[in-house]
């Protein structure tokens, strides 16, 4: 079974940047479109972006359009989420997850990690 880890969280200023890690391992590593969420405390989960299998397609919220950005490397099995010009209500669990299917356009996520805690905060 497809099995995700996250990593890079932390504590970061407010305008500071981070990029995030997650690492994928078993079945079918390519086959799997990732998708980035996030939830802060008291609020609802919330998407974040989304890549294609291939790296060919991205999607993004449009909240997250300019300061976030997602990519992949196939090769080194990893899925990256790289942020900046970060705020405090950017301070969430941050969480990637893996639908079944190479298409962002599927809507549910089956596979997901533990998360990693992103903290903003001067």
């Known amino acids: 079974q497809l099995q995700l880890e996250e990593s890079g969280g932390g504590l970061v200023q407010p305008g500071g940047s981070l990029r995030l890690s997650c690492r994928l391992s078993?079945?079918?590593?390519?086959?799997?479109?990732i998708g980035w969420f996030r939830q802060a405390p008291e609020k609802e989960r919330e998407w974040i972006s989304c890549?294609?299998?291939?790296?060919?397609?991205?999607n993004y919220a449009d909240s997250m359009k300019g300061r976030f950005t997602i990519s992949r490397d196939n090769a080194k099995r990893t899925v990256y989420l790289q942020m900046s010009s970060l705020r405090p209500e950017d301070t969430a669990v941050y969480y990637c997850?893996?639908?079944?299917?190479?298409?962002?356009?599927?809507?549910?996520?089956?596979?997901w990690g533990q998360g990693t805690q992103v903290t903003v905060s001067a």
């Open positions: 078993g079945f079918t590593l390519d086959g799997y479109a």
């Open positions: 890549i294609s299998s291939t790296g060919g397609i991205t």
């Open positions: 997850a893996a639908p079944p299917s190479t298409s962002c356009d599927y809507g549910r996520y089956d596979y």
